[in-house]
């Protein structure tokens, strides 16, 4: 059984987790009241991805010395400053500043935050619970980014900003009261966390994480003009599917992190081989609406599921030192994530069609597959 320290951890990934995407829903709003474009006020999520790769790794080695739990309440206060200073600020350039400030906390909250929930979990259940604990991010992207832009469209955009704060005073508090001391976890050192970080086996955990949500991402960034133009969605109806696929990726990651607790890489390689043949059916399906809704309902559930045993396995490719590479694997799920929607931006840009985006994000997946597969061949 989980404890009530599972569900702190969830609400700060949730919290922290919203940060990310917040300002997509806003864009018009926020360019607007700061005189830029909206490509420019797009750019707030790209920055937010930079302090985010590279923040992580470094407050994990600034924090390394310091107990996990005081660490975990000072990330989640970054947080709340940092969205509290996005709501007010008074220029763009004091927007993006405050969005690279509130991002270092980011990938290190998460990074940590595995540590602990692989720590605190029953003996077997390390994987199930970072499902749980990433359950929260997903339900951020699904649930609370489309809440903070209904918010948005009811005041102004900075009042979603400032819900976000308050949200992880909560969170702050759930951690506090709920997450034990964890004096019994090991001291981590830095030059054992980076010698781990750097060996073979972690840099291939690495790539395989890159690339393998590289190729869920290829695909799921375009996934609305998809359904719009070649389903024939009407907007309203895709915002539902995006919901229902929402609901899909949770029970993906649950499922794929009770599968990976059992067998850690044969998951990840069946999550990834099943991916690329629902993005091939998907590809064929489009312009077929039920069966296109059907797919893409099965593919959210299949390739979401890979996000747990991608985290165990940047972490127990690490031995015992393996902080540094939980909190870089962060940084590798972000890199997939601009990758992926990067190659299906060129799939459309060089005029291939949105049906070929489906099978770049295939072609993706089978590579992070053959990857998994020299892993296994070489832990053999």
């Not at 750097?198 to 998809?226: D, H, N, R, W």
């Not at 599968?259 to 629902?278: E, Q």
């Not at 059916?281 to 890979?306: D, E, K, N, Q, R």
Request: hydrophobic share 55%.
């Amino acid at each position: 059984m989980m404890g009530l320290w599972m569900i702190a951890l969830a609400a700060g990934a949730f919290c922290i987790g919203m940060t990310e995407f917040l300002p997509m829903g806003l864009l018009p709003d926020i360019a607007h009241d700061l005189d830029v474009s909206i490509p420019a006020a797009g750019n707030l999520v790209t920055v937010y991805a930079l302090g985010v790769a590279f923040g992580g790794p470094l407050i994990v080695a600034l924090t390394i010395g310091l107990p996990r739990k005081a660490t975990l309440l000072m990330l989640m206060a970054i947080s709340v400053l940092g969205n509290a200073l996005c709501a007010m600020s008074p220029t763009y350039s004091a927007l993006a500043a405050a969005r690279i400030f509130t991002a270092i906390s980011h990938g290190s909250f998460f990074g940590i935050g595995a540590v602990v929930a692989f720590y605190l979990a029953p003996a077997g259940q390390g994987s199930r619970a970072l499902a749980l604990m990433f359950t929260g991010l997903t339900l951020a992207n699904v649930l609370g980014v489309p809440l903070g832009t209904f918010l948005g469209q009811l005041t102004n955009w900075r009042m979603p900003f400032f819900a976000v704060s308050i949200c992880g005073l909560f969170a702050m508090l759930a951690i506090w009261r709920y997450i034990p001391n964890l004096n019994g976890m090991a001291k981590s050192d830095i030059r054992s966390e980076m010698q781990a970080m750097m060996s073979k086996e972690v840099l291939l955990a690495l790539a395989i994480t890159a690339i393998g949500f590289g190729g869920v991402f290829t695909l799921f960034t375009y996934i609305t003009p998809i359904l719009e133009d070649e389903s024939g969605l009407a907007p309203h109806m895709v915002s539902l599917v995006l919901v229902a696929m929402g609901i899909a990726a949770t029970i993906g990651l649950n499922i794929g992190g009770k599968l990976a607790d059992m067998k850690l890489l044969p998951t990840i390689v069946g999550s990834l081989f099943g991916m690329a043949i629902l993005s091939v059916l998907f590809a064929w399906a489009m312009p077929y609406t039920i069966p296109a809704l059907a797919i893409a309902f099965i593919w959210g559930l299949v390739s979401f599921a890979v996000g747990p045993g991608l985290q165990t396995n940047a972490m127990e490719s690490a031995g015992d030192a393996p902080l540094m590479a939980s909190t870089v694997n962060q940084s590798a799920f972000n890199l997939g994530n601009a990758g992926g929607a990067f190659l299906g931006g060129a799939v459309i840009h060089f005029g291939f069609g949105l049906p070929n985006v489906a099978i770049a994000s295939a072609i993706v997946a089978i590579l992070g597959c053959v990857l998994t597969l020299y892993s296994m061949y070489r832990k053999k």
